[in-house]
């Protein structure tokens, strides 16, 4: 597993569609693609929307990505992530 940050920003759509019932859908869509969600967060600034995602592959990041794109309307921005600790073994 691995994991992943996606970073989502509201369309006008989005905004108008908000709602608890497609936060679990969300989350039902991560389940679907054999991932955990470490942390969901709302925030303010350029950015709507943080969350932390474990992910089995680069192709599932993928997938999820798109998919929450096409099921929200809310464009997320995905890339992998690594601990600090796990950097500085990678650049030795």
């Known amino acids: 597993m691995a994991i992943f940050i996606m ?3 509201y369309s006008l759509d989005a905004v ?4 608890a019932d497609r ?10 693609h054999k991932g955990a969600i470490k942390g969901m967060y709302a925030m ?3 950015k709507d929307l943080l ?3 474990d992910l089995p592959s680069m192709e599932a990041a993928m997938q999820l990505s798109v998919g929450l794109s096409k099921m929200t309307g809310i464009a ?3 890339a992998p992530a ?3 600790e796990e950097f500085d ?3 030795g």
């Open 7 to 9: 970073c989502g920003k």
């Open 51 to 53: 969350f932390i995602i």
């Open 44 to 46: 303010l600034g350029e």
């Open 89 to 91: 073994k990678l650049m």
């Open 82 to 84: 690594v601990t600090v």
């Open 16 to 19: 108008k569609k908000i709602s």
């Open 76 to 78: 997320f921005t995905t």
């Open 23 to 32: 936060t679990q859908k969300t989350m039902e869509l991560v389940k679907k």
